[in-house]
């Protein structure tokens, strides 16, 4: 027998409510605030992917060579062009297409030696040694130009030499006016004397080079390193009268009317240094290849700027890493020197390679180690806050092993590498240039977790610029009805439901 209370007379038990309705997998409460938010979130990001994002891509693809659809984070499939001539897909940066031989290269007296200037719209080839010369004083006063085009340079002819031969001088161009900075003569193995011309206004070129008694260096060198700063030259290292390569580093200072003021001392270097190259990064200045007191080396120095300090920060954008560490120092000076170590030294020193920099990248090509002309080719580019962590090098980019160069000078003129002067590996004058692309293409496809790079049209000038604009103006147009249809189906879903039923029954 039940033990259970009777039911009250006329009393009535209410019913239980019904169970919440649950969607997405029963994530959300179908009449709560978190399936609001959910679908308001997802809508906003389907209008930006049908009139941003989607239009973008389609102008895009009509005017790229290529093309990245969604996040292509970790590509699992890279797929490169045939110019890239066997690179690793896809190319490291900095990497150059192959080399090939250029043009002939007609540079004075042995094509070594020599200083390399750009002037406006002219390369020069400044002094150098003599052809065939064994005495160390066989050295030339020729200048050799060639003009800068669209399509690299024109054919070497001669232009105004210097007073006096120079060999292993340095050689820049700031404010208008170019400047050959010491060197060796026919009589002196290192000298004080800076030469300066300026580019005729009429043809471009420098019809005459005077000496500058006021900017005469304070002791001789020859092999020393020059680097063009917002206000003035810096000239680094270098070696004396008996080749023995120096601490010293001078600053000639831009004056108010436009000439340069006497040399200065500065920071010396934390290592003697001759026969290297030097550029400014930012705002540190690099010094890599050349040789040290003990001869080649594979160290390379790096100098630090003080910068301007802003009242926000204390520092403007570019500040040193550590911010307190420039202190007091007067502005455009270098407050620390700092030399790589470890795997941020070049594996290979070499004598004779060829230096040179792009785009804040440090380049070493050719050279002599142990007596034996190499062909590898390292490069670097430096980071403000770690310096130089590694040196860069694949096969595809060494020189060609009959194409070895020694004591050449390198530059990059438009999207070219080249490689002027110097020797081949049997001791003969280079009478051709080597030449490099600079710019590998990417993949023109790639497959990722999360996204593709697909190939685009890549329509040029004016007119594939126009269809561009037509494609994304069109997948605008599209997008915006099919938007328009969505919502208008959306407020009238009892009836766009019948409608569907209706389609799918007369099938």
């Known amino acids: 027998m039940s033990n259970l209370p009777a039911p009250i007379s006329g009393s009535s038990v209410a019913p239980l409510s019904a169970a919440p309705r649950r969607v997405l997998f029963g994530l959300f409460d179908a009449a709560g605030w978190g399936w609001a938010t959910f679908r308001a979130v997802l809508w906003t990001l389907v209008i930006i992917l049908l009139l941003g994002y989607i239009p973008d891509r389609a102008y895009y693809l009509t005017v790229s060579p290529t093309v990245d659809l969604g996040l292509n984070a970790v590509s699992l499939v890279n797929i490169c062009p045939a110019e890239n001539e066997g690179l690793p897909c896809p190319a490291p940066a900095g990497a150059l297409i192959p080399w090939k031989g250029g043009p002939a290269a007609a540079l004075p007296g042995a094509g070594e030696g020599g200083a390399l200037l750009q002037a406006g719209t002219h390369l020069y080839y400044v002094g150098g040694r003599a052809a065939d010369a064994k005495d160390e004083f066989a050295n030339i006063a020729n200048v050799a130009t060639a003009a800068i085009g669209p399509d690299g340079l024109s054919t070497w002819s001669a232009a105004a030499p210097l007073p006096e031969p120079r060999a292993l001088s340095a050689a820049a161009y700031l404010a208008g006016t170019a400047y050959v900075i010491g060197g060796t003569s026919a009589t002196e193995s290192a000298t004080t004397t800076v030469y300066a011309g300026k580019p005729d206004t009429v043809t471009g070129l420098i019809t005459t080079w005077t000496l500058v008694d006021a900017l005469q260096l304070p002791a001789p060198r020859n092999g020393a390193s020059v680097v063009t700063v917002s206000d003035g030259l810096i000239l680094l290292g270098g070696a004396d009268q008996n080749y023995t390569p120096q601490t010293s580093v001078w600053k000639s200072t831009l004056q108010s009317d436009g000439t340069l003021g006497a040399w200065e001392e500065m920071s010396s270097l934390p290592e003697p240094r001759a026969n290297a190259a030097a550029v400014l990064v930012g705002d540190a200045i690099w010094l890599w290849g050349g040789r040290d007191a003990d001869g080649v080396t594979g160290v390379s120095l790096r100098g630090d700027i003080a910068v301007a300090k802003s009242p926000a920060t204390g520092h403007s954008a570019p500040a040193p890493a550590t911010p307190d560490e420039q202190g007091d120092a007067a502005i455009g000076s270098i407050y620390k020197w700092s030399a790589t170590s470890g795997e941020g030294d070049l594996p290979t020193p070499r004598e004779g390679a060829a230096l040179w920099s792009a785009n804040g990248t440090l380049?070493?090509?050719?050279?002599?180690?142990?007596?034996?002309?190499?062909?590898?080719?390292?490069?670097?580019?430096?980071?403000?806050?770690?310096?130089?962590?590694?040196?860069?090098?694949?096969?595809?980019?060494?020189?060609?092993?009959?194409?070895?160069?020694?004591?050449?000078?390198?530059?990059?003129?438009?999207?070219?590498?080249?490689?002027?002067?110097?020797?081949?590996?049997?001791?003969?004058?280079?009478?051709?240039?080597?030449?490099?692309?600079?710019?590998?293409?990417?993949?023109?496809?790639?497959?990722?977790?999360?996204?593709?790079?697909?190939?685009?049209?890549?329509?040029?000038?004016?007119?594939?610029?126009?269809?561009?604009?037509?494609?994304?103006?069109?997948?605008?147009?599209?997008?915006?009805?099919?938007?328009?249809?969505?919502?208008?189906?959306?407020?009238?879903?009892?009836?766009?439901?019948?409608?569907?039923?209706?389609?799918r029954g007369r099938k």
């Open 363 to 503: 380049y070493v090509a050719g050279g002599v180690q142990d007596g034996v002309a190499i062909g590898s080719v390292y490069w670097t580019a430096p980071a403000a806050a770690t310096g130089i962590t590694t040196w860069h090098t694949v096969d595809q980019v060494n020189l060609p092993a009959d194409q070895l160069r020694v004591n050449a000078s390198g530059v990059v003129v438009g999207p070219h590498a080249l490689l002027l002067g110097g020797e081949d590996a049997s001791g003969a004058s280079a009478t051709t240039a080597l030449s490099a692309g600079t710019s590998p293409k990417a993949p023109v496809f790639r497959a990722g977790l999360f996204g593709l790079t697909v190939p685009g049209l890549a329509l040029p000038g004016e007119v594939g610029q126009q269809i561009g604009f037509l494609s994304a103006a069109g997948a605008w147009t599209l997008n915006f009805v099919l938007l328009l249809a969505a919502a208008v189906a959306y407020a009238q879903r009892e009836r766009f439901g019948a409608w569907v039923s209706r389609l």
